[in-house]
């Protein structure tokens, strides 16, 4: 009897819909909106398809889906509706982040064991907070605690975002991060990729030192299952992978080896020469809009995450308040001496040039009509965080990319569902979509650090209190 009734239990809870979900005390406290219908109105409606925005929008939200959108005039508001007047407040859909992990460098490097931290709570609410309504984990530490993460968020229990799953790192035949599994054979890759697809993972990520036909097995494993597979590179450069029928790679341009004059197959170049070459390579040049078109027609896509590569630039911005005040003392530490080392580093000038050469490459790639997104990757020197380094991910797009506004918010909402295979649900504010939006207190059209001034994260209907899921977390980013 008790089984049953367990079973009945698990079906009930293990397709959610707007009305089954039963909230936990704690993720009630974030919601603030939960009506039926709500409508939103006198917004200034930015749509994710790059279109310009518009003033005086109404958009009408019922359990869970957007049921309408158009002008405040034509608007026909239902009886009994929650009323939200957004004067001088802009309406965008919810971030579709493709770069994220439930992970950050730590603060201490024991020999040998690099030190990678799982925050299974405080990094779930920063990603929601900023408005990140949908993530790519991309590559795991903690498989399982993944599964319950994503879990616990669907069931209620905590708050967060939608999560697309990414299996542990499909690494080659030797790792440097004694997390990732050495797989020596094609076979044992691909019986890896078979392995954490049968676990519940949708996605995969290949790790620098995989060779072409260990890449090339695992891949063909998750084509046969129809999953995602994208990859970090080094040993295999891009024009390889595309061959091998990749769909995506990580980075931008940053970790191409394809310009890596004497790069041997198969094997990985010295550590930094990826990085040399792309800073002395000429963009214009006909091998490199060679190499970028041949993605295109192969339908590889592309994830930019400047942030993280902006934490090794000589030139980055002094240390954000906001972000030191969420980090713990430890947390911040690590972060501040990393901070230092890269404004003093011999190495940052290679790294300088080669950040500026690939953002003018992705802006190229975007231009001739490749499908570019945008991650946080929250790892590095431990200063990009999930949901403030969603938000400089975004802002570099403008200022380092070159791409307006409107075209960054494009790149980190409907691209992003595009790259899942979510576009027809999410990514965009268009009637019978899901009411995954956010209520910007300003104008993000106009100024694209106004994504900052997140007021409400609209996510399947349900709004959240961005400001409270943030001070929820403060001084705790890197205990937990
Ligand atoms: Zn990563």
């Known amino acids: 009897m008790k089984k049953i009734f367990v079973i009945a239990l698990w079906f009930l809870f293990s397709f959610p819909s707007f009305s089954q979900i039963t909230f936990s005390d704690e993720t009630k406290k974030y919601i603030e909106f939960s009506d039926d219908v709500i409508v939103l109105k006198n917004g200034l409606l930015i749509d994710g398809k790059g279109s310009a925005a518009k003033p005086q929008q109404t958009v009408i939200i019922r359990l869970g889906k957007i049921d309408w959108t158009g002008d405040d005039s034509k608007a026909n508001i239902p009886k009994g ?15 579709v982040m493709l770069h994220e992990h439930m992970y950050i460098s730590a603060s201490s490097r024991a020999p040998r064991y690099v030190h990678l ?3 299974p709570v405080t990094f779930p609410r920063l990603y929601l907070a900023a408005g990140a309504t949908t993530i790519r984990t991309c590559g795991s530490i903690e498989p399982y605690s993944d599964i ?3 879990r616990d968020i669907d069931l209620g229990l905590i708050p967060g975002p939608s999560i697309e799953l990414t299996a542990p790192y499909v690494q080659g035949k030797k790792s440097v991060f004694p997390q990732m599994k050495e797989n020596k054979t094609p076979d044992e890759a691909a019986a890896f990729v078979n392995y954490w697809a049968d676990q519940g993972f949708t996605s995969f990520k290949a790790y620098m030192g995989i060779d072409k036909p260990t890449l090339k097995a695992a891949i063909a494993e998750a084509n046969k299952r129809k999953l995602k597979f994208t990859g970090h ?7 390889e992978a595309a061959e091998l029928g990749i769909g995506n790679l990580e980075h931008g341009f940053m970790s191409s080896t394809d310009f890596v004059i004497d790069k041997k197959e198969n094997e990985q170049p010295a550590p930094g020469s990826g990085i040399k070459a792309l800073g002395k390579l000429n963009i214009q040049s006909d091998s490199v809009k060679q190499l970028l078109q041949f993605l295109i027609d192969k339908k590889v896509g592309i994830t930019s995450s400047l942030s993280v590569f902006e934490g090794y630039n000589s030139t980055q911005p002094m240390p954000n308040e906001d972000v030191l005040n969420a980090m713990s ?4 530490d690590y972060y501040l001496k990393n901070f230092a080392l890269a404004k003093s580093s011999a190495n940052s000038a290679d790294r300088d040039r080669a950040f500026i050469k690939n953002s003018k490459m ?3 790639f975007y231009d001739m009509g490749g499908l570019l997104t945008v991650g946080t990757d929250p790892t590095g020197n431990g200063g990009t965080l999930a949901g403030y380094g969603n938000w400089r991910a975004i802002e570099l797009l403008v200022e380092a990319d070159g791409f307006t506004p409107l075209e960054a918010i494009k790149i980190a909402t409907l691209n992003g569902a595009i790259a899942l295979g979510f576009d027809k649900s999410i990514g965009t504010i268009e009637i019978g979509k899901s009411a995954d939006l956010l209520v910007i207190d300003g104008d993000p059209s106009k100024n694209i650090s106004d994504i900052r001034k997140v007021l409400h994260v609209f996510k399947n209907g349900l ?7 943030f001070e929820s977390v403060k001084g705790k980013v890197g205990f937990y």
């Open 81 to 95: 509706a929650a009323i939200l007047d957004l004067k001088g407040k802009a309406i965008m859909p919810g971030l």
């Open 117 to 119: 931290k799982q925050l």
């Open 148 to 150: 319950q993460i994503k």
């Open 233 to 239: 590179l080094d040993a295999v450069t891009y024009r």
């Open 329 to 332: 003392p430890d947390t911040r």
């Open 362 to 364: 992705e802006k190229l």
């Open 463 to 469: 709004g959240y209190d961005s400001k409270k899921l």
